[in-house]
């Protein structure tokens, strides 16, 4: 069977409340390009490939082609790249979502069910580095959110919060 891996900080989003939230909160419709990073078992993805235009998934382990082909082999949108998401270049986004019409075509939102080790460093690179996504929607751990969402004056409040 297929089991989470500890060392990629796997956890697969199975719980169908949790993703009509996601989907709700990051308010994909039909006209938006979806970057995911971390799709696991496509649970998330489908859900947003029944909303976008295109959803492009980034998925590190080589274990999980095969299950999201199977998954989401009911939808032409989608589109996987098998590569660390910390290694995510422009060029990568341009051959996925189509160069010639880059400003149309360029992902424009980012939903991702994150892991723990990489969720605050990705999120502040990917809007840096790639200056069409407009939105992030993550579920990432409680700390993670804490540092995310911290007020002036709080514990958690850190330079990260700041430059995000």
């Known amino acids: 069977g297929l089991a989470t891996k500890k060392a990629l900080g ?3 989003l199975v719980n169908d409340a949790i993703i009509a939230k996601i989907c709700e909160l990051s ?12 799709p696991g078992i496509g649970t998330l993805t489908v859900a947003l490939l029944a909303r976008a235009a295109r959803v492009l998934s980034v998925e ?3 274990d ?15 589109t996987l790249l098998s590569k660390d998401a910390l290694n995510l270049t422009q060029t990568d986004l341009d051959e996925a979502f189509g160069e010639a019409s880059r400003a149309l075509a ?16 990705l999120v502040l690179d990917y809007f840096q580095r790639f200056k069409s996504v407009q939105s992030a929607t993550v579920m990432v751990q409680s700390e993670v959110a804490d540092r995310m969402m911290a007020k002036i004056g709080t ?8 430059k995000l």
């Open 10 to 12: 796997q956890n697969f």
């Open 106 to 121: 360029a992902p424009n939102k980012f939903v991702a069910n994150l892991p723990y080790a990489v969720a605050a460093t």
């Open 27 to 38: 308010e994909v419709s039909e006209s938006d390009r979806v970057l995911e990073v971390g």
């Open 155 to 162: 514990k958690d409040y850190a330079a990260y919060t700041v």
């Open 60 to 62: 590190r382990d080589a």
């Open 64 to 78: 999980l082609p095969a299950v999201l082909a199977e998954t989401c082999a009911d939808f032409d949108n989608f």
